[in-house]
């Protein structure tokens, strides 16, 4: 595991780019946004920071600073929290978190990750005080967190290659006990008892460039309890790549055989959603590069931090100079106050 992960986009005839696709817009409101840069090249890997909104002004906060470590990262300041990277700010303790948010518990309180050294372990982390209580995982896959939820901790093989991983176990957080909840393929990510998986419809004649991503066109939801399955999103031709889930919608990126680019919210099952954006601008990365924020959603990347409002699209209202492939770049935190 790496400080500083970096996902596929999703399979395309021609991948897009951030460089001057959006010209910076100054916002007609007031708030602070917590956000974290990524350089690899520099100490500290990762540093929390606020952007303080309409001036568009970055300044780093002296307490977020993370770097670099054998499995991931962990803050400068005491007491240290480790965790497998990423990076937001928990403003419930004030506390910047070297993790994804989807691994920590609703109040703010722990959050989860796997780390390895021989053999994977699970660790839930007191954010407060730093305390680690470590589980080995034993025989899993290349386990990861997917969810941290009042009944547990959701687990997943995710993909070496990219994309959706597979199986969905259970953690007990107290006793490190670990059940397979469901032999689910394809899994992009659980929460609330929910697991939204990649399928290929059979309909679907496309023809499709080679890809070490299997293909897929749908995105379904499957009931963990039941096993009853949804289909939210279908495309013939389309490669519905999930970015993550706003207010239990799921954000996605749709990739077509043509190279045309999509960024859309989908509000109920079987509808093509709003359309927050259409072009060649690439998202890298999800699960950890968006935040929803009400009926507001902030994104990141190379090139700075996008926002989209219903009323207005998407804009780029923050410029960030980074190299494409690189390594760097900065990705929201948490929502702006």
């Known amino acids: 595991m790496s400080a500083a992960r970096s996902y596929p986009t999703p399979p395309s005839s021609a991948a897009g780019t951030f460089a001057g696709d959006l010209p910076v817009t100054m916002v007609d409101f007031s708030c602070r946004l917590p956000v974290v840069t990524s350089n690899p090249d520099v100490l500290p890997a990762e540093q929390g920071a606020f952007i303080t909104f309409p001036a568009s002004r970055l300044a780093n906060d002296p307490n977020g600073a993370m770097v670099a470590r054998e499995n991931g990262?962990?803050?400068a300041g005491p007491p240290v929290l480790s965790g497998g990277g990423g990076g937001f700010y928990d403003r419930a303790v004030k506390r910047w978190?070297?993790?994804?948010?989807?691994?920590?518990l609703a109040d703010g309180s722990a959050y989860a990750y796997v780390s390895y050294s021989g053999t994977f372990v699970a660790r839930i982390?007191?954010?407060?005080?730093?305390?680690?209580r470590s589980f080995e995982l034993g025989s899993l896959d290349r386990p990861e967190v997917v969810d941290f939820a009042a009944s547990g901790v959701f687990l997943y093989s995710?993909?070496?290659?990219?994309?959706?991983?597979e199986g969905v176990w259970l953690m007990n957080p107290t006793t490190g006990s670990v059940t397979q909840v469901a032999a689910v393929h394809r899994v992009w990510t659980v929460r609330d008892g929910k697991a939204w998986v990649a399928r290929l419809d059979p309909r679907d004649k496309t023809v499709w460039p080679p890809s070490e991503v299997q293909p897929a066109d749908t995105l379904a939801q499957v009931d963990l309890a039941t096993g009853a399955?949804?289909?939210w999103f279908y495309r013939a031709g389309a490669y519905p790549w999930m970015v993550g889930l706003v207010s239990?919608?799921?954000?996605i990126a749709v990739s077509s055989v043509s190279g045309q680019s999509e960024i859309r919210l989908i509000d109920q099952p079987g509808t093509d959603g709003k359309l927050i954006y259409s072009g060649n601008l690439v998202f890298d990365g999800y699960f950890q590069n968006y935040q929803g924020d009400g009926d507001r959603i902030w994104l990141g990347g190379e090139s700075g931090i996008y926002l989209y409002r219903p009323d207005r699209g998407i804009q780029r209202v923050f410029a960030y100079d980074a190299r494409s492939g690189s390594g760097r770049g900065i990705h929201p935190g948490g929502i702006c106050l």
């Open 158 to 165: 995710p993909s070496a290659i990219g994309g959706p991983g």
């Open 125 to 132: 982390v007191n954010v407060t005080s730093g305390d680690v």
């Open 73 to 75: 990262l962990a803050t």
């Open 97 to 104: 978190v070297p993790a994804s948010p989807a691994g920590t």
């Open 229 to 231: 399955e949804t289909q």
């Open 248 to 251: 239990g919608r799921p954000l």
